[in-house]
C-alpha cells in the first residue's frame, strides 16, 4: 500500500489560469535557500484573528535539489493585518514563524529550513484575501476536531489460496429493465455489468474479457461462460461503456491473474475486503522484530510471533485475528504491537509506517493530507444540469445540523434554506435560489456546510473550499477528503469514514461515495525515506 499525494485535476472546463495572480489568490508561497532547496509555504488555516492579529497554522514541503519527493512539515505563524475593505485586501505584515515540525529530517535540517523561511517571510507582506481569511475562520471553528471520528467496524474479510476476483454489489440486487435489450434486465446497484437472462433465468457477468454465468448474483457458483454472446453483448454495446469492464489489472495497469489462470468470481453484497496469497501463505521474516509478513501477497498481512496473531492493514485500519479464516476485529493505534514501527524504513513492507501512530511516515502522511489543490474557475461555467429521479427533490435532514441534503439526484445539492442551495461538481461550489438552478459558481460557501459531520453521505463537500473571489474568477480548492483519505482521531491518516450510508435506489442508482473500506478501494501514499 503506498499514499501518494495526488493532484487530482479539476476538469477542464472548470479551470482557468489566472493571467496575472491578483494578490489574494497568490498560494502557495515559496522561498528558496541559497543551495537550490525549495520551501513551499500552503494557504494558512486561520485559528485566530482578533484585535489585528492573526495566528495560524499552515503545511510545508522541502525539496531539496534532486530529490523526487518533498518533505512535508507544518508550521506555526503570526502576523499584524491591515485591511482594505475597498479592495478586499488583508496585508500580513510583522510575519512570525513560533513553532515548526519537520517529521522526516534531522533536527540540523530542520533548523536550517526554518532560517531560510523565517529570513524570508521577515523582509515582505503577504497580501491575501480578506473574505479568504473570514471564511477560514468560520470554517475553522464550524469544524473543531482534528481528528475525524471514523468508523471502524470490520468488513466481511476473506482470504483465498487460489487466484480470485471480488465483485461487490450494493446491497440486495436491484435489476432494471434494459434499453432496446427485451429480454434482459441489468442489476443496477453496481459498478459491474451484470445481466439477468430472463427466460432462462441466467445471470452474466462481464469481466477479464469475457462472460461469466451463474444461477444466482451472491453467493453464486460463476463459471466461465461465453466469450460472446449476440444478445448480451448488444447490450453490452449499448451501455457505452457504463460500468467497469473488470480487466483484472492492479494500478499500473499489469495484468492480476497468470496468462491461462481462471480465477473464483466472489460476488458479495455487503461490504467485503478479499486478501489473497499465491498458493500457501509463505512468511518472511522482518528484521530486528518478532513479526513474519505474508511474502507472497500482495495484502498487507502480518504474524506477530510471541503471540501467533495475524495482523491486515486495509485502508489504514488494522484489524487482527488468530487465524486467516478469522473472524477479525479492529486494533486502536494505541493498542498495535511496538514491533510494528520497528520496520525497517527501507524494507519491502515499509509503506505500512505510515498507519503506524507515531512514525515518522504518520506525521509525514498526516501533513500531506491537509495540502490542498487549488484552480482559478471562470465565474460564468456551468455546471452539468441537475436531474432528480421523479423530477422533484427527495430531502433528508443531515443530523445535528439545519441543513438538507437530496439523495436522489448524482450531485450532492444541499439546502440551507428555501431560498438557498449549493452544489458541488468537479470539486467547484455553485450555488440556486432554487432545486433545480440555474446554479452559477459561488464566491462563498455558508461556514455551516462546514459543521456536516462523517455520518452523512455528504461529508466529502466540506473538504472543498472557496478562496477568494474576483469579478470574473472565483479561486477555489480542495485537499485529499474530498476524495476519501481523512485523518482519524487514531492519528493515521485512512480511506473512508467507515459509516454504512444509505443507498439510493430508483429508476437509478445513486450510491453514496465509497468512503469507506469493503469495496477494494483504499488509496496509495509515497513519502521521503519510503520506497
Not at 482521531?489 to 444509505?502: K, Q
Request: aromatic share 10%.
Amino acid at each position: 500500500m503506498r499514499f501518494l499525494l495526488t493532484s487530482v485535476a479539476l476538469v477542464a472546463a472548470c479551470t482557468a489560469q489566472a493571467q496575472a495572480p491578483a494578490p489574494d489568490v497568490a498560494w502557495p508561497r515559496e522561498a528558496k535557500a541559497a543551495d537550490g532547496t525549495v520551501i513551499t509555504v500552503y494557504q494558512p488555516q486561520v485559528e485566530r484573528w482578533a484585535e489585528g492579529n492573526l495566528s495560524g497554522r499552515a503545511a510545508v514541503s522541502v525539496k531539496r535539489p534532486g530529490e523526487k519527493e518533498p518533505h512535508y512539515g507544518v508550521i506555526e505563524l503570526s502576523a499584524r493585518t491591515e485591511i482594505d475593505k475597498a479592495s478586499d485586501v488583508a496585508t500580513l505584515s510583522s510575519l512570525r514563524i513560533t513553532k515548526s515540525s519537520f517529521p522526516g529530517m534531522s533536527p540540523e535540517d530542520a533548523e536550517k529550513h526554518l532560517a531560510t523561511l523565517r529570513a524570508s517571510v521577515t523582509r515582505q507582506s503577504w497580501p491575501v484575501s480578506a473574505q479568504a481569511l473570514q471564511a477560514n475562520l468560520a470554517i475553522a471553528q464550524a469544524r473543531s476536531q482534528k481528528g475525524l471520528p471514523v468508523k471502524n467496524d470490520p468488513p466481511q474479510i476473506l482470504f483465498r489460496t487460489a487466484p480470485s476476483m471480488l465483485v461487490v454489489v450494493d446491497g440486495d440486487p436491484t435489476l432494471r429493465e434494459v434499453k432496446d435489450a427485451p429480454g434482459l434486465t441489468r442489476v443496477i446497484n453496481t459498478t459491474a455489468l451484470i445481466l439477468l437472462e430472463k427466460s432462462s433465468g441466467t445471470y452474466y457477468l462481464r469481466a477479464l474479457g469475457r462472460w461469466w454465468e451463474s444461477k444466482t448474483v451472491a453467493p453464486g457458483e460463476w463459471k466461465a461462460g461465453p466469450l460472446m454472446l449476440a444478445s448480451l453483448d448488444k447490450a453490452r454495446e449499448a451501455l457505452d461503456k457504463q460500468f467497469d469492464p473488470l480487466e483484472g489489472k492492479d494500478t499500473d495497469g499489469k495484468p492480476l491473474f497468470e496468462p491461462g489462470v481462471t480465477p473464483q468470481i466472489i460476488v458479495a453484497t455487503k461490504p467485503t475486503e478479499l486478501l489473497q496469497s499465491k498458493g500457501e501463505p509463505k512468511l518472511s521474516p522482518i528484521p530486528r522484530t518478532e513479526l513474519l509478513y505474508v511474502a507472497n501477497s500482495r495484502n498487507d498481512i502480518f504474524l506477530v510471533l510471541g503471540a501467533q496473531t495475524y495482523y491486515v492493514l486495509i485502508s489504514g485500519r488494522w484489524f487482527t485475528a488468530k487465524a486467516l479464516a478469522g473472524p477479525w476485529s479492529f486494533v486502536p493505534g494505541k493498542s498495535l504491537p511496538a514491533d510494528f514501527a520497528k520496520i525497517p524504513a527501507d524494507h519491502p513492507m515499509a509503506d505500512v509506517l505510515a498507519s503506524v501512530p507515531g512514525t515518522t511516515q504518520a506525521r509525514e502522511a498526516a501533513i500531506a493530507n491537509q495540502i490542498p489543490q487549488t484552480a482559478t474557475v471562470q465565474r460564468d461555467v456551468q455546471p452539468s444540469p441537475v436531474a432528480y429521479d421523479g423530477g422533484e427533490p427527495q430531502w433528508k435532514p443531515i443530523d445535528g445540523t439545519p441543513l438538507s441534503y437530496a439523495p436522489n439526484t448524482a450531485a450532492p445539492v444541499i439546502r440551507v434554506d428555501p431560498k438557498s442551495y449549493y452544489m458541488v461538481q468537479n470539486a467547484v461550489w455553485f450555488s440556486a435560489s432554487a432545486p433545480p438552478g440555474p446554479f452559477a459558481v459561488a464566491t462563498a460557501v455558508p461556514a455551516v456546510i462546514y459543521s456536516i459531520p462523517p455520518s452523512s453521505p455528504v461529508h466529502y463537500v466540506t473538504y472543498v473550499r472557496v478562496y477568494s473571489s474576483t469579478p470574473s474568477t472565483v479561486f477555489v480548492g480542495y485537499t485529499s477528503g474530498y476524495y476519501g483519505t481523512v485523518m482519524s482521531t487514531d492519528g493515521v491518516v485512512v480511506y473512508g469514514t467507515g459509516y454504512p450510508y444509505p443507498v439510493y435506489v430508483g429508476t437509478y442508482w445513486y450510491p453514496p461515495p465509497y468512503y469507506t473500506y469493503g469495496y477494494g478501494a483504499g488509496f496509495a501514499t509515497g513519502f521521503s525515506g519510503q520506497k
